[in-house]
């Protein structure tokens, strides 16, 4: 076993704390008693690996997830998940810890938007409000006016008056599907997830071909021409409910595939085809979601690191905004 020191300091490279584990040991267990033992709480994205899904006290979307964290009383929240879920989770809660297995699980998207960048594109609309995706960096919603996600997208946008003139990033496919919906024209940045990009249409079609009673449900990242074949698009919660509610029996999912362990998990006797991306492989995995493994996650409780630390005037900018997309929300019952 690696000295506890080094292998804190050696965090900085590696992401994550590298330290061997006895293969004996039963995570899941262990990783209960330590909830019980530090008053933690586990919160995770539905793209986390099926053991991390299962040994979490709440799974959800990025809304879901930041309203949880708002209101826990936990002293530590453990967010297995992405940085920039963690990082709203530590905007929300200055005092509390805030761990993330793998500090290096980024977000492709969220890495499409420099603020530098961002604040000279803005500085060019001086009459537009900003509405950024909860998909960046603190620094991003610190230029923000409003957050949202894709659950609340709409209604956010559908909160403000008509007249009023919108820069919408940092994703260019959900502001295209956003203003699609809402009939809007709003400005939009060019970022986009690496994840929700690759899909291919035409393994798509070919796919409802062989499965003509298949539903395709996708994820508004997606591109336009993938989001015109889909019978529904939503949110992760969202597909998932539709899932569960819709009668039909089988389902082309177009999204991350981590999400199709809840929807099997809730509907045991339905199909769920993940939609092949545009290379050799037969599913479509974030690389940066799937670094948090349940060792690391184990890890990380037990050591109380990596921690997620932020400057003080950069979450008092980026709490601005993500408080006023949980106050919208709020009142649309969201
Ligand atoms: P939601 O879970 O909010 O739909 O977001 C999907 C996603 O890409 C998260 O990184
Ligand atoms: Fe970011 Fe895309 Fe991965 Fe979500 S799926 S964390 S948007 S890279």
New binding site residues.
Partial sequence: MRDINTAKANIETAGFLDIDIDPGIDLFAEIEKLKKEKNAIVLA?Y?QEPDIQDVADFIGDSLGLAQQAEKTSADIIVFA??H?MAETAKILNPHKKVLLPDLKA?????DSAPPELFKLFRDKYPDHIVISYI?CSAGMKALSDIICTSSNAEKIIESLPREQKIIFAP?KNLGAYLNKKTGRDMVLWNGA????EIFSLEKIIKLKVRHPNAKVIAHP?CEDAVLRVADYVGSTTGLLKYSIDSNANEFIVV??TGILHQMQKSSPDKTFIPAPPNNSCACND????KLNTLEKLYLCMEYETPEITMDEKLIVAAKRPIQRMLEISKQYGL
Avoid: A, W
């Fill in positions: 994205h793209y998940g992405v920039f980024g977000c492709s998207l969220s998909n994703d997830c690496m994840v929700h990242e999204t991350e974030c690389p940066h979601m």
